[in-house]
């Protein structure tokens, strides 16, 4: 299977939309709910004139299945934020996430020239942890009571890849 990943545009904004609010997707995100177009459209507009995030499709031999992206990007410290949500839950547990964020961490700190690459995750969320891990992020710590979401507090473990710790090839 090809993985890729591209800009988001606004033809994928129907896809996003389908994608959070699907029960199984969104378990550990924290979208208000439910997502609606007209709102996430505003939301393009204004996310792609930012510079501090960039926003990418991923597609599996072409096929749009899930969003990825950096947030916060901080040009003077040098990191930013990943974020990661496989869309389509039939290619789940294909190796397609790993892949997708290898190709972040590709650009982040090959053309972005990042050093630090972080992620949060809920405590609950094993595994989104174990696939960190293996993509050797290293956890920081965690954060108690971090979020209130949906009635609850969150709890959420930082992970952080560096820059030092990956080979960027061209």
């Known amino acids: 299977m090809n993985i890729t990943i591209r800009r988001f545009t606004e033809k994928d904004i129907p896809l996003k939309v389908k994608w959070i609010n699907t029960p199984e997707i969104n378990r550990y995100l924290h979208y208000d709910l439910p997502l609606e177009e007209e709102r996430t459209r505003k939301w393009f507009e204004s996310a792609s004139k930012l510079e501090n995030r960039r926003d990418f499709i991923i597609e599996a031999d072409d096929v749009p299945c899930g969003l990825i992206g950096l947030l916060n990007i901080d040009k003077k410290n040098l990191k930013a934020e990943l974020y ?10 294909k190796g397609i996430s790993s892949a997708a964020v290898s190709l972040l961490l590709k650009y982040g700190f090959g ?3 990042l050093e630090k690459i972080y992620l949060y995750t809920e405590t609950a969320n094993i595994g989104a942890q174990r696939l960190f891990e293996k993509m050797r992020f290293r956890k920081e710590g965690v954060l108690e009571s971090d979020l209130f979401y949906s009635g609850r507090w969150v709890d959420r473990c930082i992970y952080s890849a560096f820059r030092k710790d990956y080979v960027i090839e061209g």
């Open 111 to 113: 053309e972005l020239e």
């Open 84 to 93: 990661l949500a496989l869309g389509e839950t039939k290619f789940m547990k």
